[in-house]
């Protein structure tokens, strides 16, 4: 059984992680591995870039097609779409967030890693309140692929 079924926390070992190109390009990066009937996101994609073969198979991005608008990070219930895209030396990461507060633009926060242990400081870039809220931090890059919440502090 792997960690995210026992634990809830995902490896990157169980991603399909887009290569340099894409992810300088800026892509979505799915992290839903259950499968469940679920497929908003596949709906939500302007493109057609998420593809699955049932309801219940697990979504499939295709990194060419993906023009990084956000809109699936925003339509799954699951919180389990990222956006990540690296310039230089570092990288925006754009994720979902239901708490409260929500921070406010260029505000220092911690980045989270996925079992929730600060790992960096991060500046938030831009928050989209849509279905979801969406805050968009910046990182380092060497923590493009570990950053995948962010705490407030005041
Ligand atoms: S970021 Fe936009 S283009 Fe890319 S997979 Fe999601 S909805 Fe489609
Ligand atoms: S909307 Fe979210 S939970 Fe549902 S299939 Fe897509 S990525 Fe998975």
Redesign the pocket.
């Given at each position: 059984m792997k960690r995210w079924e026992r634990e809830g926390v995902v490896e990157l070992e169980d991603l399909d992680i887009p290569s340099e190109e894409y992810l300088r390009k800026g892509?979505?990066i799915t992290e839903c591995l259950q499968e469940i009937p679920c497929n908003p996101?596949v709906e939500?994609?302007?493109?057609?870039?998420?593809s699955m073969e049932t309801i219940n198979d697990t979504p499939k991005?295709?990194y060419e097609?993906?023009?990084?608008?956000?809109?699936?990070?925003d339509?799954c219930p699951g919180l389990a779409?990222f956006?990540v895209k690296v310039t230089g030396d570092s990288a925006l990461i754009t994720l979902p967030y239901e708490f409260l507060p929500v921070p406010e633009k260029e505000e220092r926060v911690k980045a989270l890693n996925r079992e929730g242990k600060e790992i960096c400081d991060a500046v938030v870039k831009r928050i989209r309140r849509g279905r979801t809220t969406l805050v968009t931090i910046e990182v380092p890059a060497e923590y493009a692929l570990e950053a995948r919440n962010i705490k407030v502090v005041r």
């Open positions: 892509v979505a996101c939500a994609c302007p493109v057609d870039a998420i991005i295709d097609k993906c023009i990084g608008c956000g809109n699936c990070v339509a779409m956006l």
